[in-house]
């Protein structure tokens, strides 16, 4: 799998002057994302096994799990031993570890057969590894995006082609440094996908639309959009794009960085799937927001 994660430092709640006493670190409120000190980013490979897993689709996009699997993240810890469940429609696996330090770890799945032959052929991944518990000094939040990558010899040599779907992405925005200073969470919401891939230029840009439509994180309107301009074809992969959340023509946040890459999917280019990232400020409080997303191939 591909995609970008986010690895924070946690602050300390109680750190006791007595021999062999456990340091206790601030838990965030929300699995998915910390934006506490010292905080990194990076894009990234991951492993996603599979065992013993069932995953059915109960009605469009509501889906559960039976069974154990883990993720395994290059260059930051993942969730193993994993067991799977069900919870506001995703298939959640959370670690079965009795080690506390990864009490509360869990990675969620949505998984789809994009060629329609009958066999899951992509998956969408949101990781929150460290983020609950209390005794792990450092949480790791991502999104990762696999499955069958298109061969470059099944893109099209040419022109455009535009990729579409309603509710295909996955986006969430946190805003502020600590529990104790305060944090406001928007938990994950769903936006609609837009991208265009034009094959003479050499370029991917697009539009993940309605990412603030719950309410959002303060500052964070229900009119706001993320814009993703400026990523690469090369071969099957699109890469060193930007992303910006607007409302308007008004950029959300201010400072910080961003990215933008994807992948084209399918034996056939039936997708194309990928990643945003966005950290910086909201309103003089650091923030994050992470995406993964797909769209169909349109006519």
Do not use: C, H, W
């Amino acid at each position: 799998m591909k995609g970008v994660v986010i690895r924070s430092d946690k602050n300390v709640q109680v750190s006791l002057p007595v021999p062999g006493a456990p340091t206790i670190y601030e838990s965030s409120p929300y699995p998915f994302i910390d934006t506490g000190p010292n905080q990194t980013t990076a894009q990234t490979t991951a492993v996603l096994d599979l065992q013993n897993v069932t995953l059915d689709s109960v009605t469009g996009n509501q889906f559960q799990a039976n069974g154990t699997g883990s993720l395994n993240v290059s260059g930051a810890p993942g969730v193993s031993n994993a067991d799977g469940s069900s919870f506001l429609g995703q298939a959640i696996f959370a670690d079965n570890n009795p080690n506390p330090a990864t009490a509360g770890d869990q990675f969620s799945l949505l998984a789809e057969d994009l060629d329609n032959d009958g066999t899951d052929d992509f998956f969408m991944v949101q990781l929150g590894a460290g983020t609950l518990s209390s005794f792990s000094e450092r949480s790791t939040s991502g999104v990762f995006y696999g499955g069958t990558y298109t061969p470059t010899s099944a893109l099209q040599s040419g022109g455009t082609a535009t990729y579409t779907r309603v509710d295909g992405a996955l986006v969430n925005t946190v805003r502020g440094t600590s529990i104790a200073a305060g944090q406001d969470v928007d938990a994950t919401v769903r936006a609609d996908v837009a991208l265009t891939a034009d094959f003479d230029a050499g370029t991917v840009s697009g539009r993940l639309s309605g990412v603030g439509r719950t309410g959002g994180a303060d500052g964070v309107g229900l009119n706001t959009d993320i814009v993703l301009s400026g990523a690469t074809i090369n071969g099957s992969d699109f890469t060193g794009g930007t992303a910006r959340m607007v409302e308007g023509g008004t950029s959300v946040y201010s400072g910080g960085s961003s990215s933008f890459n994807g992948s084209f999917m399918g034996s056939g280019g039936e997708a194309a799937a990928g990643t945003a990232l966005i950290t910086g400020n909201i309103q003089g409080q650091q923030s994050a927001t992470t995406a993964v997303f797909v769209g169909d191939k349109q006519p």
